[in-house]
């Protein structure tokens, strides 16, 4: 069974940091590629970032210079470090893998950056 578990949101203040940490369980970590995505009520998901399996990333436009997403392979995680937050930061930011064909997403954590 595929599981993913995403922790560290939080309310912080503009210009703060977070750290978020997806650990994820019944899947080869390592073969996969990891993604974290937000959503806003009413609105459809968008893709953040992602991390394959080498290590390379990728970020939407708006979070780069200020995000970084990396991975432990020999804990099964991936983490989203997040400097200079904004208040448009705020979502509810889930962490997400295909793995045979099927999406699977975490529960999701709520990041709430005030002005």
């Known amino acids: 069974q595929v599981q993913l578990a995403e922790s560290g949101g939080g309310l912080v203040q503009a210009g703060g940091s977070l750290r978020l940490s997806c650990a994820a369980s019944g899947i080869r970590f390592s073969i996969n590629t990891m993604g974290w995505s937000r959503q806003a009520p009413g609105k459809q998901r968008e893709i953040v970032a992602s991390i394959n399996i080498g290590g390379s990333t990728n970020y939407v436009e708006y979070v780069k210079g200020r995000f970084t997403m990396y991975r432990d392979n020999t804990k099964n995680t991936v983490y989203l470090h997040m400097n200079s937050l904004k208040p448009n930061d705020t979502d509810v930011y889930y962490c997400?893998?295909?793995?045979?064909?099927?999406?699977?997403w975490g529960q999701g954590t709520q990041i709430t950056v005030s002005s």
């Open positions: 997400h893998t295909m793995y045979r064909s099927t999406k699977y």
